[in-house]
T-cell receptor, first 110, second 112 residues
């Protein structure tokens, strides 16, 4: 069974600092990995999707890397802003089933 | 505006009652999913459907039922057999298993 772990569970940084969020998974036989953002009481918004054959994806200030062999992904958010405060979840896809981590809750202090 | 609509936003269930959560999408996606989210935990898959008139159990299907009679609709029924139904329920859809997942805004279900 796929296990997805996100450490740390919470993170607080001053505005302008770069954010580094980690995700690890136990089974490297995945179709893709997705990073999501969730605001309190809301649904999830997809940020980046990395196919299993890719090493990284970039969108604006966001960059996600994937090392399938070691079962790790990292989400980098450059020059953090208070609006980046949210919970970030990663999920790995095994056929139609996504396995989610519990998320990292980020607070960016103004 | 394309997207996924979940209703209601808040729902209360009495003891022994079945309740149905609505999920509608106008993205023309084939695949639809129901997830349950409990505080401090990752999302857990309840049911998914790859195509109309077909659906599969996820990890925690006991006490839940679904139907997929139309491509755009995937309602979830929380039956009285589900003894701990209080949670945030999220519906999602995707074109297929290798594409991005789009989520609705969720339904918070509580027990009276």
């Amino acid at each position: 069974k796929q296990e997805v772990t996100q450490i740390p569970a919470a993170l607080s940084v001053p505005e302008g600092e770069n954010l580094v969020l980690n995700c690890s998974f136990t089974d490297s036989a995945i179709y893709n990995l997705q990073w999501f953002r969730q605001d309190p009481g809301k649904g999830l918004t997809s940020l980046l999707l990395i196919q299993s054959s890719q090493r990284e994806q970039t969108s604006g200030r966001l960059n996600a890397s994937l090392d399938k062999s070691s079962g790790r992904s990292t989400l980098y958010i450059a020059a953090s802003q208070p609006g980046d405060s949210a919970t970030y979840l990663c999920a790995v896809s095994d056929d139609y089933k996504l396995s989610f981590g519990a998320g990292t809750t980020v607070t960016v202090r103004a | 505006d394309g997207g996924i609509t979940q209703s209601p936003k808040y729902l209360f269930r009495k003891e022994g009652q079945n309740v149905t959560l609505s999920c509608e999408q106008n993205l023309n996606h084939d695949a639809m999913y129901w997830y349950r989210q409990d505080p401090g935990q990752g999302l857990r898959l309840i049911y998914y459907s790859q195509i109309v008139n077909d659906f599969q159990k996820g990890d925690i299907a006991e006490g839940y039922s679904v139907s997929r009679e139309k491509k755009e609709s995937f309602p979830l029924t929380v039956t009285s057999a589900q003894k701990n139904p209080t949670a945030f329920y999220l519906c999602a859809s995707s074109i297929d298993r290798q594409t991005q997942l789009f989520f609705g805004s969720g339904t918070q279900l509580s027990v009276l």
